[in-house]
């Protein structure tokens, strides 16, 4: 999310907000964060996905019963 990006859009103001200003000053001195980031990225989201493993999980599993009382 903020590693490797393009620097923040400026307007022709030169104008930066207090917040990207913030966040780029606390980047700087907490590299650290940016790693944490991306490991925490590759846990979640970056996974290789075994389709037949998937679909045997799926063949195995109870359907589930409606618990909702009528």
């Known amino acids: 999310?903020?590693?490797?990006?393009?620097?923040?859009?400026r307007q022709k103001s030169?104008?930066?907000?207090?917040?990207?200003?913030?966040?780029g000053h606390f980047l700087?001195?907490?590299p650290d964060v940016l790693d944490n980031q991306r490991r925490g990225w590759n846990?979640?989201?970056?996974?290789?996905?075994d389709l037949d493993e998937l679909k045997k999980a799926e063949e195995d599993s109870?359907?589930?019963k409606d618990f909702l009382p009528q």
């Open 1 to 9: 999310m903020f590693g490797q990006q393009k620097p923040a859009r």
């Open 14 to 23: 030169g104008y930066v907000s207090e917040f990207e200003q913030f966040m």
């Open 28 to 30: 700087e001195d907490h």
């Open 43 to 49: 846990i979640f989201w970056d996974r290789k996905v």
């Open 62 to 64: 109870v359907p589930m």
